[in-house]
């Protein structure tokens, strides 16, 4: 019986994940992309990585809620899964902190009213509000900065690059074939055609993000900016939300005392670089958390798009013979090992089900 051969356009965070899992279930895989595998003006090397199902509820919806639980169970597994062939990925679960500046405090009290009233019953213990005591016992570097905050049990991150890297390997060490700076035309079924070469699959799975738009109009790109920083002088246990009545920004600490803030979320196609603006305001944000970032030296300042469909939810879809993965939107790390496992499940169980049928008819 010969190995079912997929072909994925586009190898970003779904694109990359997916292809891992089919090679380790055995498929033949093809993963083709128009950048090479370090490149990192994608939306999948510019994320955060927060996995916070609790704090996006306010933005997003039970299904998201509900895909980003279930991949807060799957990452330790997958993590492990990596680290048991040497790919260190940084991932915590220590929760999410919220805090507010006095004079933002409504937006707190209107966050948590916002998230009691979303989250299903069994998960409003999750939530809790702290004192300021409270507060500077579990994040000692914000003591005394703030009147109190509220914690968001469970909630996690992981680092990004370190998890795209060890997809990158692992793809090749399981003989994935990768065809770096080769862009995709077009996706058909069984198909994928390069501007030289046509490339016959079993099945085609077309992962490109924004870049699917001229075969799913329906998606729009999301600008988002982030600002990465170096600082020896504070270190947090856990990422931070900032409430502010405009934007609402975040601080997640990374592995050597970085910390990435973030993200802006503006309704443009525009990926060119991260304007002043945007710069000030996430430099202001982490600079009003604590003073000692003052000193934090400028790693990245970048910006990237968010693939997003109009219902903000990310779908897998089977149009015109090909396999859609696309819209993470905002929860691409999120929700990605739910999405995946359940797209890779399809592909494999479809397989197994035309197989039968051969066997039946022969
Ligand atoms: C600033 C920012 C912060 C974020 N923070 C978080 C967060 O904290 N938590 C979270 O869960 N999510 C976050 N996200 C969202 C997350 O990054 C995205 O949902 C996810 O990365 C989307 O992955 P993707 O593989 O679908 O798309 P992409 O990362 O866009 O990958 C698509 C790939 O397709 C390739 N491609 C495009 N066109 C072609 C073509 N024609 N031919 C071949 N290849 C092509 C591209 O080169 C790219 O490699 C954030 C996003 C941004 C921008």
Redesign the pocket.
């Known amino acids: 019986m010969s190995k079912l051969h997929v072909g994925i356009?586009?190898?970003?965070?779904?694109?990359?994940?997916l292809a891992w899992r089919l090679l380790r279930a055995g498929c033949r895989v093809s993963l083709?992309?128009?950048?090479h595998r370090g490149?990192i003006?994608?939306?999948?090397?510019?994320?955060?990585?927060?996995?916070?199902p609790l704090a996006?509820l306010a933005v997003a919806d039970d299904e998201v809620f509900a895909m980003?639980n279930r991949s807060l169970e799957l990452w330790p597994e997958w993590i492990a899964d990596m680290a048991a062939q040497g790919h260190e990925v940084y991932f915590r679960r220590e929760g999410t902190l919220v805090v507010a500046h006095t004079q933002d405090q409504s937006s707190l009290e209107h966050f948590t009213r916002l998230l009691q009233h979303k989250l299903p019953e069994a998960s409003r213990s999750q939530l809790h509000s702290l004192d300021a005591t409270a507060l500077g016992q579990m994040e000692p570097a914000l003591a005394g900065r703030f009147g109190g905050g509220l914690f968001l049990d469970g909630e996690g991150?992981l680092a990004?690059d370190q998890w795209m890297a060890a997809l990158a390997i692992e793809i090749d060490r399981l003989g994935g074939e990768w065809h770096e700076g080769?862009?995709?035309?077009r996706v058909k079924a069984r198909r994928i055609v390069?501007a030289d070469a046509s490339h016959d699959v079993d099945v085609a799975v077309d992962?490109?993000?924004?870049?699917?738009k001229t075969q799913w109009p329906q998606l729009r790109g999301?600008?988002?900016?982030?600002l990465t920083v170096e600082c020896s002088g504070v270190t947090l246990q856990r990422p931070v939300r900032l409430m502010h009545p405009r934007y609402q920004l975040?601080v997640?600490p990374r592995p050597n005392q970085q910390f990435?803030v973030?993200?802006?979320e503006l309704e443009s196609e525009d990926d060119g670089p991260v304007t002043l603006r945007s710069a000030l305001e996430l430099g202001s944000a982490l600079y009003s958390l604590h003073p000692a970032f003052g000193e934090a030296r400028v790693l990245r300042l970048?910006?990237?798009?968010?693939?997003a469909l109009d219902d903000h939810r990310?779908a897998i879809a089977l149009r015109c013979g090909v396999w859609h993965?696309?819209?993470?939107?905002?929860?691409?790390?999120?929700?990605?090992p739910a999405l995946v496992d359940d797209l890779a499940n399809k592909l494999l169980n479809e397989t197994v089900l035309n197989e039968n049928v051969a066997h039946d008819d022969a």
């Open positions: 356009a586009g190898a970003g965070l779904a694109g990359r994940t083709f992309d128009t950048r490149d003006n994608t939306a999948s090397m510019t994320a955060a990585a927060m996995l916070s996006e980003g991150q990004n080769q862009g995709v035309e390069c992962a490109r993000g924004v870049g699917s999301v600008r988002g900016e982030v975040y997640a990435v973030g993200a802006t970048a910006a990237a798009l968010r693939p990310p993965i696309n819209g993470l939107y905002r929860h691409g790390y999120l929700c990605a």
